[in-house]
């Protein structure tokens, strides 16, 4: 038996085993996927949120995420592009999904339609919840920035679909 070439990569990032199978076993299905290992976030800023938002990518419920343009643009990381690849963890850091973003729009926060509401798969999937929801989030976040949420605001909406869940 073969050692799992992701073993090292996993042992000096810290990152969970499961990062390593979950990765292992779509290489297996796709062997042409890349050999690097590919981005390995969670969702959210608590555990609350981010073990339900993983558990949603996880049962194909939730295909889209949002973020605030503003957050990339103090980072200085460009906006992910169709074709990146992710896997999702829990808030603990296993591995719940693996996904693939397939379009990414910017859009004012009062633009963002229903559609895409429904997409992220959160709350009762309206776009007042979804609004409600965000609106919280994010004025909760850039707080400290004096960034206020208004309809106005740029909101990077990334579409994705699930390739491998565990």
Not at 5 to 23: D, N, Q, Y
Not at 73 to 95: C, F, H, S, Y
């Amino acid at each position: 038996m073969t050692a799992d070439p992701f073993t090292p990569i996993i042992e000096m990032t810290g990152f969970r085993p499961s990062v390593a199978a979950l990765w292992a076993r779509y290489r297996a299905l796709e062997p042409a996927a890349p050999t690097v290992l590919p981005c390995v976030e969670y969702f959210c800023d608590n555990a609350r949120d981010a073990d339900l938002c993983a558990d949603l990518v996880q049962s194909g419920r939730k295909r889209a995420t949002s973020s605030a343009l503003i957050d990339y643009q103090r980072a200085g990381d460009p906006l992910p592009l169709p074709g990146k690849l992710l896997i999702v963890t829990d808030w603990a850091g296993e591995a719940k999904a693996l996904i693939r973003t397939h379009s990414v729009t910017v859009r004012r926060f009062d633009d963002v339609p229903e559609i895409f509401a429904r997409l992220e798969g959160e709350g009762d999937l309206s776009p007042v919840s979804w609004r409600a929801e965000h609106r919280a989030f994010w004025n909760r976040l850039l707080m400290d920035a004096g960034v206020v949420v208004d309809g106005d605001f740029q909101v990077v909406c990334e579409e994705f679909e699930l390739l491998l869940a565990t």
